[in-house]
């Protein structure tokens, strides 16, 4: 079974590194759950992106190499 990819599909160091960047986090986690159509999970990252979900993406990212899915609504 393949791994889940994040942010767009690309590859989890690429992921990792658009995690670690804010402005890129918040974009790139806002429109990835828009199109896998979770608009709940997408309006919370838009408003809370540069704070605790932010923070929680990277512990996500480095711990279980995958972004914070516990927002999934």
Do not use: H
Not at 38 to 53: D, H, M, S
């Amino acid at each position: 079974m393949a791994a889940k990819k994040d942010y767009f599909g690309l590859s989890w160091i690429v992921s990792l590194i658009l995690a670690i960047i804010p402005v890129t986090s918040w974009i790139c986690g806002a429109v990835t759950r828009f199109q896998e159509g979770k608009y709940v999970a997408a309006i919370i990252r838009l408003v809370f992106g540069f704070t605790i979900v932010w923070v929680l993406d990277l512990i996500f990212m480095v711990m279980n190499k995958s972004i914070l899915r516990i927002l999934d609504i």
